[in-house]
């Protein structure tokens, strides 16, 4: 059974205190590895889609990085605006445009 | 553009009510998608169509009814509600099947008491 598993669930950091958060997830023949911004009382944003192991892909502060079992989302020096919930999916079944997600790392970036 | 729609935002019901949750995308998407968000559970797909006149089920379509009459609306039925049917609800739509860059609507918070 595909299992898409985020952590931590939430995470604290000071404003400049870079982190990463975890996706890793147990698919048979991915077909991409998704991750979404959804903050609060807003439905999810689309940030970057990453197909092969190795790949890499930044936006402003975040990087996103694939392994062949997990992926990390990297936040170089957050400001407050990056607090959000950050979510990573995977399609099910293989090669299809639903999506399923995981519950999502909860990051606060605190002044 | 506006992008994709979703009303009402809020709503209430009681049990055994029905009603429809609305959703319009003007992208002219192929591809439209429902889905469930509960509280430490993933999004959860409802049912989703790959074009007018077509729809199939998710992973919980259980209690909920679609069509898809024209490309820009996908509204979803709630036939006969219950309390377990309480979530935040998400519309998604994609230019077709294979994009993979799914724009999500700002959600329609249901209780059903």
Not at chain 1, 7 to 23: D, F, I, T, V, W
Not at chain 1, 71 to 96: M, N, Q, R, W
Not at chain 2, 74 to 88: I, K, M, W
Request: glycine share 8%.
């Amino acid at each position: 059974e595909d299992q898409v598993t985020q952590s931590p669930e939430a995470l604290r950091l000071q404003e400049g205190e870079s982190s990463s958060l975890n996706c890793s997830y147990t698919v048979s023949g991915l077909r991409g590895l998704f991750w979404y911004r959804q903050d609060p009382g807003k439905g999810p944003e689309f940030l970057f889609t990453l197909y092969s192991a190795g790949e890499e892909k930044e936006k402003e502060r975040l990087k996103a990085t694939l392994t062949k079992k997990e992926s990390f989302l990297h936040i170089t020096a957050p400001k407050p605006e990056d607090s959000a919930t950050y979510l990573c999916a995977v399609p099910s079944p293989p090669g299809a445009n639903n999506l399923f997600f995981g519950t999502g790392t909860r990051l606060t970036v605190i002044p | 553009n506006a992008g994709v729609t979703q009303t009402p935002k809020f709503q209430v019901l009681k049990t055994g009510q029905s009603m429809t949750l609305q959703c319009a995308q003007d992208m002219n998407h192929e591809y439209m998608s429902w889905y469930r968000q509960d509280p430490g559970m993933g999004l959860r797909l409802i049912h989703y169509s790959v074009g007018a006149g077509i729809t199939d089920q998710g992973e919980v379509p259980n209690g909920y009814n679609v069509s898809r009459s024209t490309t820009e609306d996908f509204p979803l039925r709630l036939l006969s509600a219950a309390p377990s049917q309480t979530s935040v609800y998400f519309c998604a739509s994609s230019r077709d099947r294979t994009n993979e860059k799914l724009f999500f609507g700002s959600g329609t918070q249901l209780s059903v008491l």
